[in-house]
């Protein structure tokens, strides 16, 4: 998996500071998690070909997550996009965005579907032959999830140097990565554990945003091997992230120490700091391999 | 007048071209004409203080020309703003931006105001003492209003070198900007015309995006100090701008040459297009004083 941050910042885009959207690249697989304002113009800059794009999840209802949305669904149209798109977001979100494509005249000429959200528990909402997609409930000041990506580890890894020489077919291939034996043209039978090892193991990313210090996530996303989580504010301004439903840098640290995961990137920064250092500052003392987010910077899983 | 152009391209915001929005100053009130995705960020670049917009007319329903509305109002929201706004736009315009602060639990904490218009003939839609704007119907896939903007000759000029001396009170300063004579503390009286010149002429400003080829708007513009007009088009993709009812810039020429309009400004130009000087070239010879939008650049009236 490759993540790359599109937008980190809270509240409202400022030039070089853009709200909230990650795009993550599974196997080649694109998926957007969230979408701010002028998200369609960082997919630009990351000179991915965005048009791959057929998943998008979507926390919450704030602007800074998905006002850029409508945006990016409409130039989708105008570039002649024909592959199907769904968007996965909370209950409303469908009647928002159906709402201003009947009002403009302009229905997607691909295929737009909806799932709409409203559970409270952790749930299952996508599902393919290398990942899987589950919500992590968080607690906002609006019904707001997190997503968590898990690959799956379903086919053994090919040792190059073992099958060289062998002439294998694509069933050979195939039958090897389910862990079967094979049968040569010669009538030759070889075991799958001499040309096999493995699968890599399952990799989890966890993406949390916007929430206040919540322990209930820690059992969700125990040992992944990236968190983001949100870091609105500082201990300074503890009082506010109580207010606001958001966490800080510390808080966030706290996290992920709890649920043992391997790496936190922290983001969502408040305007009101210039100064990013003095996040990684307060976090790392609770828990080591942290990072900050950037615009446009990728993280390896 | 003082106008500014936000983003003068069309369909899709890109790094560096920006959909439609302008900002007009008239006698120190700030009047936002349109509200592409991005706009507040554009408004941030152009230094003015932006929270003193009251007024916003949205032409039409397409995304290129008002998916940064619902952005800008919760920016407005977000910095603290107290004063009232109010949004003149098509019907339905209320329902997609009343939705998204509803679901998002984000009332504005000052009063917003909706002006939804569906008259088909020129109306007045908003009067002050400076100035009034009218609508003008314009011919486009979807409901479109552009915007006439015409300053009030209401007031006399003082003849500064002839009111020297006489040291006048501000209650006569009133009197002569009026048309009325004064009487100075020692009994004489002197009149208006001594002191005053005729007030300077009213100024007229049209704003007309988007829209086919329409000599039905020419009455309506008849001698405008400053006319914008769309040309999405070069003439080479005529049969493109009769389909998407859009126009060339030679006919946005013949639009400004009927209706013997003083200047021409042409924008929301087509993606398809990387060298802006054949709208020139492609307009002057029918209509000689036009110039070319550009993103932040400002034209006096």
Redesign the interface.
């Known amino acids: 998996m490759k993540l790359t941050i599109l937008g980190c910042h809270s ?5 070089n500071k853009h709200t909230t959207s990650q795009l993550l690249d599974v196997q080649g697989k694109l998926f957007l998690i969230d979408c701010g ?2 998200t ?2 960082q997919l ?2 990351s000179k991915v070909k965005f048009s791959r794009i057929k998943h998008i999840f979507i926390s919450h ?3 800074d997550h998905f ?2 949305l ?2 990016l669904i ?2 989708f149209r ?2 002649g996009r024909t592959a199907p798109l769904t968007i996965y977001g ?1 209950k ?1 979100i469908k ?2 965005i159906t ?2 494509l009947k ?4 229905w997607t000429d691909y295929e737009l579907f909806f799932k709409e959200l409203d559970a409270k528990v952790s749930e299952i909402i996508y599902e393919d032959e290398v990942l899987s997609v589950r919500t992590l409930p968080l607690d906002h ?2 019904y707001t999830n997190g997503f968590l990506f898990t690959t799956k580890s379903v086919h053994r890894k090919i040792i190059k140097e073992a099958v060289e020489g062998l002439n294998l077919s694509p069933f050979h291939f195939q039958q090897l990565q389910e862990g079967k034996s094979i049968k040569l043209t010669d009538g030759q039978v070889i075991e799958n554990k001499v040309l096999t090892q493995d699968p890599d193991p399952a990799k989890q990313y966890a993406f949390c945003s916007d929430t206040a210090f919540n322990k209930a996530l820690v059992p969700h996303i125990k040992g992944v091997d990236l968190l983001y989580h949100e870091s609105t504010f500082l201990e300074q301004h503890l009082e506010l992230a109580a207010k606001t439903k958001h966490s800080t840098a510390k808080q966030a640290a706290k996290i992920a120490q709890n649920a043992q995961v391997k790496k936190l990137i922290l983001g969502h920064f408040s305007n009101r700091y210039s100064d990013y250092k003095a996040f990684i500052e307060e976090a790392q003392p609770i828990f080591e391999n942290v990072q900050l987010a950037e615009d446009l910077k990728s993280f390896s899983i």
Chains 1, 2 share one sequence.
């Open positions: 509240a409202t885009p400022r030039d304002e002028g369609q113009l630009r800059k209802l704030h602007g006002y850029g409508i945006g409409s130039t105008l570039l909370p409303g009647e928002i709402l201003q009002l403009a005249k302009s000041r609006v």
